[in-house]
């Protein structure tokens, strides 16, 4: 009878003991013991400027007039500006004291060519890579100079897009299914994959309007922001999980997405797409500064253009700002210890206008 009970409870323990191992494969997978609650810090900074300083407006110039209608496309390590002229079409390179050099490339579907350019990037030999959205293509410029090289043709969209040190392409849409995070080599090979949504509806729905955001931590990885709810998610080169950062609770600046309604067409775009998707403010994009610390845009789509907001984490998990309204309009960029934030042309009464400008700030983060 002993024996007989002896044999019950060792199998009881097997039972239980398998359970557990069960249990913690399970947690493993769902990289459960990756996560990191978001710490707020007792006092945030609640003024922009307690956290960017040296504020300086940047104007450039075109055959001795203000240059205006233009988006900002990113500065190379030697401070030169790119940016795409609305009106000429045409990607346009100034220097560091904001003298113009040269047009580079030019609209079309040809080699060197582009329709509409989705994402800039640099190298670290400062070739400067251009994604354009309707013909998929990565077309590449070498420095110094930004002669044409050759094109490479991705097998899938890209709305956030990088370069990674040996090489390879990291690429994130929500068109990419089942997987939206995709790793290329220079070929427009894929070599890995990863991140599946858990709403497939929900996606496609999103995917007409705001995406979500990825930004590079040079050398280390990447922080990647799925548009559905404030989870930041920390992967390596390689689409290892470093670390989930994830608040305690929603929130206005730490948003969830409602489920979309049953009743509407995730492929259609109405005013009652728009009057649900406004019901929250969304994540943009992740700009990664200095040191550890990075920039979470956040946009409100109500109102004519929209307000941006910024939450200012660091990579332990640390907020040191939440929800600091943009001054101007929005914020394009950030580049070594300085962002960027542009101010649309305005018009200021009869024939005249207001040209656009760029405010950049230095990053200065006082944390006692």
Excluded at 205 to 220: E, H, V
Excluded at 334 to 346: N, Q
Aim: proline share 5%.
């Amino acid at each position: 009878m002993d024996r007989k009970k002896t044999e019950i409870a060792l199998r009881m323990m097997f039972f239980v003991f398998f359970l557990f191992y069960l249990n913690a494969i399970s947690k493993l997978e769902a990289n459960e013991g990756n996560i990191v609650l978001l710490k707020e810090r007792e006092k945030l900074l609640q003024r922009w400027d307690e956290v960017f300083v040296e504020h300086k407006i940047i104007n450039f110039n075109y055959q001795n007039q203000p240059l205006s209608s233009f988006g900002f496309l990113g500065i190379n390590s030697k401070g030169d500006f790119f940016l795409y002229s609305r009106i000429a079409e045409r990607i346009m390179q100034f220097n560091n004291k904001r003298y113009f050099l040269r047009f580079i490339g030019r609209k079309g579907r040809g080699p060197g060519e582009y329709e509409m350019i989705g994402n800039a990037f640099f190298d670290k030999e400062g070739d400067l890579y251009i994604y354009d959205i309707p013909t998929r293509r990565i077309s590449i410029f070498s420095s110094p100079n930004y002669q044409f090289v050759k094109q490479i043709h991705p097998k899938s969209g890209a709305e956030r897009i990088f370069i990674e040190p040996e090489g390879n392409y990291i690429t994130f849409s929500l068109y990419n299914v089942p997987k939206l995070l995709k790793k290329y080599d220079r070929k427009g090979n894929i070599l890995a994959e990863a991140f599946k949504c858990e709403d497939e509806i929900l996606r496609t729905a999103m995917a007409r309007f705001n995406p979500g955001g990825m930004g590079d931590i040079p050398d280390k990885g990447f922080l990647f922001i799925y548009p559905d709810k404030y989870y930041i998610y920390y992967y390596d080169y390689n689409f290892g999980i470093k670390k989930i950062l994830k608040p305690d609770n929603f929130s206005k600046f730490y948003p969830k997405a409602e489920s979309f309604p049953r009743n509407l067409s995730p492929y259609e775009y109405s005013y009652e797409h728009s009057k649900w998707w406004n019901k929250f403010i969304h994540p943009d994009n992740i700009y990664f500064l200095k040191d550890k610390y990075f920039i979470v845009t956040l946009v409100e789509s109500k109102g004519k253009f929209g307000k941006w907001y910024i939450n200012i984490h660091d990579l332990d998990g640390i907020t040191y700002a939440k929800g600091l309204e943009v001054p101007y309009d929005r914020f394009v960029y950030s580049h070594d210890v300085y962002v960027y934030v542009i101010e649309e042309e305005r018009f200021i009464g009869r024939d005249e206008f207001a040209p656009q400008l760029v405010h950049r700030y230095r990053f200065s983060l006082l944390t006692n």
